[in-house]
């Protein structure tokens, strides 16, 4: 019952998620986000807090911390059982910025856009 986990690429290629996995320490680090991203794949949307929570419209949160800071991943859901990884930040704060949802929710649209999928 696993999900595939595909990065979201902007319209000039760049690809979010990936960019702000690669500024952790590949040995310990980045194998703590693939570990986290492994959980996600093997329980999709049963994967619930401390691991994962929902935000609004369609948007997940994947929770964890590196160095004591709060990393998150947010992500949608497309047809099948494929997961999106929209984008990354490290929280600072107490509520997930409304702008990391905005884009988000944007980066969804426009996912759905490009692969002539109905959101």
Do not use: W
């Not at 590949?26 to 691991?51: F, N, S, T, V, W």
Request: glycine content about 4%; charged content about 35%.
């Amino acid at each position: 019952m696993n999900y595939s986990i595909i990065y979201y690429e902007k319209e000039d290629g760049d690809c979010p998620v990936r960019e702000f996995i690669q500024q952790f320490d590949p040995l310990k680090e980045r194998l703590i986000i693939y570990a986290r991203l492994a959980l996600l794949e093997e329980h999709g949307p049963q994967l619930k807090r401390p691991y994962a929570d929902f935000l609004r419209d369609k948007i997940y949160e994947l929770r964890f911390k590196i160095s004591n800071k709060q990393v998150r991943i947010l992500y949608f859901f497309a047809h099948g059982k494929t997961i999106i990884l929209s984008n990354a930040f490290i929280k600072k704060t107490t509520k997930v910025p409304e702008n990391e949802i905005e884009r988000a929710i944007r980066y969804r649209h426009d996912y759905f856009m490009k692969h002539g999928e109905k959101p």
